[in-house]
């Protein structure tokens, strides 16, 4: 746990409030300009999203890195602190953004899986799917920030951190093997309690999420699909927040980190969404992530002196999640045998 806090919201509300400002010019970009008219998301489009998401997290990476390399040493409050290392604390910011940023957007691969099933139960057609995408993120990006404040407040209480290690070693656990059940939004609750608040309508009205027929007003499967996404962003949420605070406590990491995987995960839908049965692993992969960062906080971090090497870190999330991918291309799916169930 870090002694004292590198990037304390008293003095760095501007960090905040400029990063408010450059993801809101980036969504209204997005929405406004390139994605003004309803289409389907070519794969080039997505490659091109893809690649501009991961550049502006890599650079906005080594931009922090640069900015604290430099501030640190001139910081009083800081090197009054005994042994403090400007230049060591600078490497350490940078890793651990990184590192959250790799942790966050492998969590949020799992997000696909979802929209795929999603979009497939509601019939949503992919011209359509850019606009609830883009409020699903909106609205996750607003449980994020909420989830974010709260746990910068409980992590400060060992007992709640390895509560939260706790929890994350048994979903872990239960990724690994637990059997997979299918996703069946009309059994959700919520989704159930929705259809009984508001009439529903099976029938598309373009990428509206309303519509109004003989003066009733209708959700239309659209707006259904999108408070399923929200839902099920929330779930996530509630693995991928506790699992970056092992990484870092500092709050704007945490932030800044969730926030670049969230908004790149849009554009990687569309690249992914036709590939998901070649990541069939990938889950497996997910599930020793989370087992690996839930001992750092029961375990390991008190092990290491308060820190588990962030290198290290790294190189062991990387290499789960390179291995859990490769073998995802290189072993085939068991064959279906014949007189299986749905099979011919």
């Known amino acids: 746990m870090n002694a004292i806090s590198l990037f304390p919201f008293a003095e760095y509300w501007w960090f905040y409030g400029l990063f408010l ?15 003004r008219e309803a289409h389907r998301v070519s794969t080039k489009e997505s490659l091109a999203w893809t690649g501009i998401w991961l550049t502006l997290a890599l650079v906005f990476g080594l931009g922090l890195y640069y900015y604290s390399a430099q501030k640190f040493p001139h910081d009083p409050r800081l090197m009054a602190v005994p042994g403090f290392d400007p230049a060591a604390a600078a490497r350490q910011v940078g890793l651990e953004f990184l590192t959250g940023f790799v942790i966050e957007k492998s969590l949020a691969v799992d997000n696909i899986f979802v929209f795929v099933v999603v979009f497939s139960y509601f019939s949503i057609p992919p011209a359509y799917q850019h606009r609830v995408l883009f409020y699903g993120i909106l609205g996750a990006l607003v449980f994020r920030i909420i989830f974010i404040a709260l746990g910068s407040v409980l992590m400060q209480y060992h007992v709640v951190v390895v509560i939260f290690g706790i929890f994350l070693l048994l979903t872990g656990v239960k990724i690994l093997f637990a059997p997979e059940k299918p996703i069946e939004p009309d059994k959700n609750p919520i ?9 529903v309508t099976t029938d598309m009205a373009g990428e509206r999420f309303f519509v109004r027929k003989s003066g009733v007003l209708y959700a239309t499967p659209v707006f259904v699909s999108l408070v399923f996404i929200e839902l099920s962003d929330i779930i996530f949420a509630v693995d991928s927040v506790p699992a970056i605070f092992a990484i870092t406590k500092e709050p704007f990491i945490v932030l800044t980190s969730n926030v670049f995987a969230i908004l790149g995960l849009r554009a990687m839908y569309f690249l992914l969404a036709d590939m998901v049965d070649r990541f069939r692993l990938l889950k497996y992969g997910l599930g020793f992530v989370l087992i690996f960062v839930g001992l750092k906080m029961v375990w390991l971090n008190d092990a290491f002196g308060g820190k588990f090497p962030i290198t290290w870190s790294l190189g062991i999330i990387a290499g789960i999640l390179a ?7 290189l072993i085939p799916p068991p064959q279906s045998r014949p007189g299986d169930p749905g099979k011919p």
């Not at 400002?21 to 994605?35: S, T």
């Not at 989704?191 to 009439?199: H, S, Y």
Request: net charge positive; proline share 3%; no cysteine.
């Open 21 to 35: 400002l450059f993801v809101l010019g980036m969504l209204a970009l997005d929405l406004g300009v390139f994605h």
């Open 191 to 199: 989704i159930r309690l929705l259809k009984r608040l508001v009439p």
């Open 323 to 329: 291995v859990s991918m490769v073998a995802s291309w």
